[in-house]
Structures are given as structure tokens and as C-alpha cells.
């Protein structure tokens, strides 16, 4: 598949993650939130890496990647510290769109 192709399965990824957040706040939409995010996250997990293949990136991955893929980890388990009540569900929004910013500073920029 094209370069183009991969990027908007990564864009809809996040998207989809970022309505799961959005469904967080729904008095019964915890279910359907990590449901939407865990799509997000693997199509982006998919996506991300046929990106960095696509780039020829893939060996060795660049550290900007790597931090992307720790932060793509966090922002997958944070739902479930709402699900289990652990944090409330506007605060792990909160959290999620501060790490999806810095998400989107890292692919966009790639500093290092």
C-alpha cells in the first residue's frame, strides 16, 4: 500500500482513539471507550510501523519513534484506570490529550 494510505490508517487510528476518550465521559460509555481505543491503538501500532517502513527507518527504529510507541503504550492502558475507578474519567482525558500532544509534537517535528 501507498505512504498516503498508511498515514490516513494512522490519522483514523487516532481518531478513533481520541473518541474512545470522548466515550470515557459518557455515564455508560466506559465499555465502548476502551473498546474504541484498543482499535485506535492497534491501527496505529499497524500503521506506525509500515510508516517507518515506508520511510526505510526500520533499522535501527530512531529514538522518536520508540518514545512515540512508550507514549502509544500509555495512552492504551490509561482508560483502564478509569474503568477500575483508579483515576476519574476527566482526569485520564486530560492525561490522554496531554500525551496525545505530545504524540503529535514527536511525529510531526521528530527531533531526534
Do not use: D
Request: hydrophobic fraction near 60%; include cysteine.
Amino acid at each position: 500500500m501507498s505512504y498516503e494510505i498508511w498515514h490516513y490508517l494512522h490519522l483514523l487510528g487516532a481518531s478513533l482513539v481520541f473518541l474512545g476518550y470522548g466515550a470515557l465521559l459518557a455515564p455508560q460509555g466506559i465499555r465502548s471507550g476502551m473498546m474504541l481505543t484498543g482499535l485506535g491503538a492497534g491501527a496505529n501500532l499497524l500503521s506506525g510501523f509500515a510508516l517507518l517502513a515506508k520511510m526505510n527507518l526500520m533499522h535501527p527504529v530512531p529514538v522518536w519513534a520508540g518514545l512515540k510507541l512508550l507514549l502509544w503504550c500509555v495512552i492504551a492502558v490509561l482508560p483502564v484506570l478509569a474503568k477500575r475507578r483508579i483515576l476519574p474519567a476527566s482526569t485520564v482525558v486530560a492525561l490522554g490529550a496531554l500525551v496525545g500532544a505530545g504524540l503529535t509534537g514527536l511525529g510531526w517535528f521528530k527531533p531526534f
